[in-house]
């Protein structure tokens, strides 16, 4: 089955530094690659996801880049902020009838 | 407002208990899924369902069980609770559409003593 490894557990930065959270799948056939968000105390939500024929999506501070050959997918957040301080989860999957495979997360604390 | 449920929110129950926790969507999705989760650390999936009649065990492997007979509701039932299922337990939801995202409830955060 799939398995996907995410590097690093933790990180700390400080506001207005940028972070970059990685990740790799092992099963070639995976198209959907989706990152999700935990605040403390609250549920996962999905921040930004993309799919295996496009490289890169931005959204304003977030960005998902995904290198296919290399089956690899990076998280990168620009101008941190406090508020940016959370557990982000990386996932995987072959598409909707598959479940998604998470990788064990990275604690991010943004440091005022 | 269409959202995914679940309750209890906080249950403390002793050794040996049946429980059931519940999880409904008002989202009108097909696939639910089980997660175990201890605070900030990894999701394990446990459980997972497809449609009504349908479940699979997940990839953690798990002593409770669940059941899907109606599209709304997955309950998740552990016969007898052990303190080693003290944990939290995250239910979600997803579409039929392709690259459809999974929606998650609240959770639940269970004490065995």
Not at chain 1, 48 to 60: C, H, L, M, P, T
Request: glycine letters at 8%; a neutral charge.
């Amino acid at each position: 089955g799939e398995n996907v490894e995410q590097h690093p557990s933790t990180l700390s930065v400080q506001e207005g530094d940028s972070a970059v959270i990685k990740c790799t799948y092992s099963d070639s056939a995976s198209n959907y690659f989706p990152w999700y968000k935990q605040e403390l105390g609250k549920r996962p939500q999905l921040i930004i996801d993309i799919r295996s024929n496009v490289g890169e999506k931005k959204d304003q501070r977030i960005a998902v880049t995904l290198n296919k050959t290399a089956k690899h997918f990076s998280l990168h957040i620009t101008e941190t902020q406090p508020e940016d301080s959370a557990v982000y989860f990386c996932a995987a999957s072959k598409g909707s009838n598959y479940k998604l495979t998470f990788g064990k997360g990275t604690l991010l604390t943004v440091n005022p | 407002e269409a959202d995914i449920y679940q309750t209890p929110r906080y249950l403390v129950i002793g050794t040996g208990k049946k429980i059931t926790l519940e999880c409904s969507q008002t989202m009108g999705h097909d696939k639910m899924y089980w997660y175990q989760q201890d605070p900030g650390m990894e999701l394990h999936l446990i459980h997972y369902s497809y449609g009504v009649n349908s479940t699979e065990k997940g990839d953690l492997s798990s002593e409770s069980t669940v059941s899907r007979i109606r599209t709304e509701h997955f309950p998740l039932t552990l016969e007898s609770a052990r303190p080693s299922h003290t944990s939290q337990y995250l239910c979600a939801s997803q579409g039929q559409r392709d690259y459809n995202e999974q929606f998650f409830g609240p959770g639940t955060r269970l004490t065995v003593l």
